[in-house]
Nanobody, 123 residues
Framework: QVQLVESGGGLVQAGGSLRLSCAASGRTFSSVAMAWFRQAPGKERAFVVFISWSAITYYADSVKGRFTISRDNAKNTVFLQMNSLRPEDTAVYYC?????????????????WGQGTQVTVSS
């Protein structure tokens, strides 16, 4: 069992930065792949970024060059550094974990989810 707790969301002006954290419980953190998804009002949950247990990363096209994911296995934490934020980045951001996957961009591949943290970017 893995429990995930996100933090770091908030209100920021366009062009600003935020850093999200996702703290995971359990002693098997280093063996799970992690991802961030986001969900805007009235929209489906969308893939943002993925990091494997060996730190291979994949990004959604909409965030490439602006967002950076990293993980610290010693601290059981995944980070999402978000720069050059835009109003369209406004959403609830969810951290997710999986022990195995075939399509890292699909929410159904993930076994564990955090409660979400709100990110609001004002224009």
């Amino acid at each position: 069992q893995v429990q995930l707790v996100e933090s770091g969301g908030g209100l920021v002006q366009a062009g600003g930065s935020l850093r999200l954290s996702c703290a995971a419980s359990g002693r098997t953190f280093s063996s799970v792949a992690m991802a961030w998804f986001r969900q805007a009002p009235g929209k489906e949950r969308a893939f943002v970024v993925f990091i494997s247990w060996s730190a291979i990363t994949y990004y959604a096209d909409s965030v490439k060059g602006r967002f950076t994911i990293s993980r610290d296995n010693a601290k059981n934490t995944v980070f999402l550094q978000m720069n050059s934020l835009r109003p369209e980045d406004t959403a609830v951001y969810y951290c997710a974990a999986t022990r195995g996957y075939s399509d890292y961009a699909m929410p159904r591949e993930y076994d564990y989810w955090g409660q979400g943290t709100q990110v609001t970017v004002s224009s």
